[in-house]
């Protein structure tokens, strides 16, 4: 019976010195078949270091606005009946067009009435100074005389001027883009009239990160791909901001479209790239 039991023994002894031998490759084994380690990750000491692509921020949509160089809302400087709008909105005109008309009836009268008055001044005017040689007249009203000449020639500037602002004649070639009065409507002064835009010349607003100014400087190419043409198009910076927010890390800019696209107007939109094979 001792035989036995110490045969037990010896035979539990050498199972559990196998179990020591093989638990370090057991382990081992059971790590590398974990779906951690299948996946490519590493214990944190054995991480690789990530690479320079990675430690870049992804990169932004850059969108961008196309607006006129030149646009104005132009208002009524008399008041008085609109009697003619010869243009249409949306339609081009020249430079010095006609665009809106007054009826200036009364104007034109108080300018007769001024210019009748500028006669009667200088009448006196001269009786006076032919008293003067003779003496009869003195100095004081002399002086007056001519003080009346040139107050009623003032007078008459400002009624002809007066009479120039019946007719709105187009500052430059462009386009109506909206009407906001009708024919036989009363306007006040300071009235608004017409909004215009010179769409000879258009550019593009946007905002762009300040890693940019490493890259771009006034007259630097870029593109522009508008939605709404599903185009792309060339244009060069033409204006950077003074100064970086320092929040978003971003500028104003502005840019010009180089060339002349007649399907372009503006409001219409789009992505900024500097590439010319597109973003």
């Not at 039991?5 to 010195?17: E, G, I, Q, S, Y």
């Amino acid at each position: 019976i001792m035989r036995i039991n110490n045969t037990v023994v010896l035979r539990d002894c050498l199972a559990a010195k196998i179990l020591l031998t093989l638990f370090p490759a057991v382990l081992s084994a059971a790590l590398f078949a974990s779906p951690a380690h299948s996946q490519g990750s590493y214990p944190p000491a054995l991480q690789p270091a990530p690479s320079e692509a990675d430690r870049a921020p992804p990169q932004r949509e850059i969108r961008a606005q196309l607006s006129a160089k030149r646009y104005a809302t132009l208002v009524a400087e008399v008041s008085a009946k609109v009697s003619q709008t010869p243009i249409a909105e949306g339609s081009a005109f020249r430079k010095g067009a006609l665009l809106i008309s007054f009826e200036c009836s009364i104007q034109k009268a108080q300018l007769d009435k001024l210019n009748a008055e500028l006669r009667g001044a200088e009448r006196v005017l001269a009786a006076n100074t032919a008293l003067s040689k003779l003496e009869s007249v003195g100095a004081l009203e002399l002086d007056m005389a001519r003080i009346a000449v040139d107050k009623a020639k003032a007078e008459v500037d400002v009624g002809a001027a007066l009479i120039k602002k019946c007719n709105l004649y187009a500052p430059y070639a462009g386009r109506l883009s909206e009407r906001k009065v009708r024919e036989e409507q009363f306007v006040q002064v300071g009235q608004p009239l017409l909004d215009i835009l010179d769409d000879s010349s258009l550019e593009l607003e946007f905002i762009i990160p300040s890693s940019w100014l490493s890259k771009v400087k006034i007259g630097s190419k870029l593109f522009v791909s508008i939605d709404e043409t599903k185009r792309d198009y060339p244009a060069k910076f033409i204006r950077l901001g003074a100064k970086v927010d320092p929040v978003s890390q971003s500028l104003k800019a502005a840019a010009e479209i180089d060339g002349r696209f007649t399907e372009l107007v503006p409001g219409m939109s789009g992505r900024v790239f500097l590439s010319d094979k597109g973003p």
